[in-house]
């Protein structure tokens, strides 16, 4: 069984993730895998009570590593655990390039959502210009052990490998491509997590279509996929679910 995300970002109303979801349930009722979706902060709860007991999990996008404070505009764990959030994305490449995010902070956003019970989804990836000058595997390996260094090496965590060239373009990496660097990021997790590395999950991002999802889940330590623009629309986001 793999896990499929579905990542809206700044999309939707609290009124469209409801019908959303509405459109979306009878698609699934068979579904053969883990179906998420990562919402906006203000369709947290509603899609939370929409989903409730019908096999979809609701998370959030981001968070704040602090638990409470002076910090204008940012929300904590805490407040995504009590309004229903099961886990969140963090280190998003979009949060790393357009706000600056360091490994540092994401690391300790890792570190709060362990601690409040959320589980934390670690975005990592390269750009194009990394991948070019031969850049990627140090690129992953950093990010990977600096995003997941306050994890303790039982926790329960999920790792999404987003080539940043991919997310957003149209481009893909094929499936072969897609698959070394997903082994590569098994070497790391293991090395770092030991035995436990073995077994958490890889998500592939960038551009997953429902005609390019089934050869993705076929590849060697693909387990599910982290979808964005494709997830906004009920009908494509189940037909990526439904991949086997």
Not at 113 to 141: N, W
Not at 181 to 196: E, M
Not at 227 to 234: E, I, K
């Amino acid at each position: 069984m793999s896990i499929i995300i579905g990542n809206w970002k700044m999309y939707k109303t609290r009124h469209q993730a409801v019908e959303f979801i509405k459109a979306l349930l009878p698609l699934i009722q068979n579904c053969p895998n883990e179906v998420w979706l990562s919402v906006p902060f203000t369709s947290l709860q509603v899609c939370v009570e929409e989903a409730k007991g019908k096999g979809v999990k609701i998370g959030a996008q981001n968070m704040n590593e602090a638990s409470e404070g002076a910090f204008t505009g940012e929300i904590a764990g805490q407040m995504l655990k009590e309004g229903g959030a099961e886990f969140v994305l963090l280190g998003h490449s979009e949060r790393r390039k357009i706000f600056h995010e360091t490994d540092e902070m994401i690391a300790a956003k890792v570190g709060k959502a362990l601690e409040v019970g959320i589980t934390p989804v670690l975005c990592v990836g390269e750009t194009e210009e990394e991948r070019e000058g031969g850049e990627e595997k140090e690129v992953l390996q950093r990010q990977i052990f600096q995003g997941f260094q306050k994890a303790p090496k039982d926790a329960y965590v999920i790792l999404a490998y987003e080539p940043v060239w991919a997310i957003g373009t149209g481009k893909m990496a094929t499936p072969k491509l897609a698959a070394e660097a997903h082994v590569f990021c098994r070497k790391i997790l293991t090395s770092h997590f030991g035995k436990n590395g073995k077994s958490i999950p890889i998500l592939y991002g960038g551009s997953v279509k429902p005609d390019t999802i089934q050869a993705l889940l076929k590849e060697n330590d693909i387990n599910g996929a982290l979808v964005g623009g494709a997830s906004l629309d009920p009908k494509s986001f189940a037909a990526i679910a439904n991949a086997r």
